[in-house]
């Protein structure tokens, strides 16, 4: 691929990670939010000349099952509605809590400028709130059911 090719169309579409979501194409929206070297970023407004021997983390490798204080205080607060711009805003919001675990409401809305089109923005900064505190060992968050379909777990269909 080109090295001025934006790092999201390397993500979705030569590595098939397509959490990342297409969204503006301007780095206004946070909808294509990754972490390169542990810092929020917009990968439609980095290239690939910029991320390379950079490490790259997409929502697939926040937490292969759900395990992330973030992605349980997500579920727990239902901060999540038709889930777009989840991806992006649950890897703001690691980003933050792992320089500042106790951020405020103001932080929050400062680190984590991404755009939901269902309007999550209160159970969102509650939901961070609550990763941090779990973070911090304050508070234990619900396990969130893990990806897929386990063995046994799939209900019968009837064809009668």
């Not at 970023?41 to 980095?46: A, D, I, L």
Request: with cysteine; hydrophobic share 40%.
């Amino acid at each position: 691929m080109d090295p001025q090719t934006p790092l999201l169309w390397a993500l979705r579409d030569a590595a098939n990670l397509t959490g990342t979501k297409y969204g503006c194409g301007t780095g206004d929206c946070g909808a294509c939010t990754v972490l390169v070297d542990g810092a929020a970023q917009r990968s439609c407004q980095t290239s690939l000349a910029e991320a390379e021997g950079r490490f790259v983390t997409t929502i697939e490798g926040l937490s292969h099952d759900r395990s992330h204080p973030v992605q349980q205080a997500l579920v727990a607060e239902q901060a999540i509605q038709c889930g777009f711009c989840t991806p992006g805003i649950a890897l703001a919001a690691a980003a933050l809590l792992a320089h500042n675990s106790d951020p405020s409401t103001d932080e929050i809305k400062a680190a984590i400028p991404n755009l939901c089109r269902c309007g999550v923005y209160p159970r969102l900064v509650r939901a961070i709130q609550r990763a941090g505190r779990a973070a911090r060992g304050l508070e234990v968050l619900p396990t969130v059911p893990v990806p897929g379909w386990a063995p046994g777990t799939v209900p019968a269909i009837r064809t009668e």
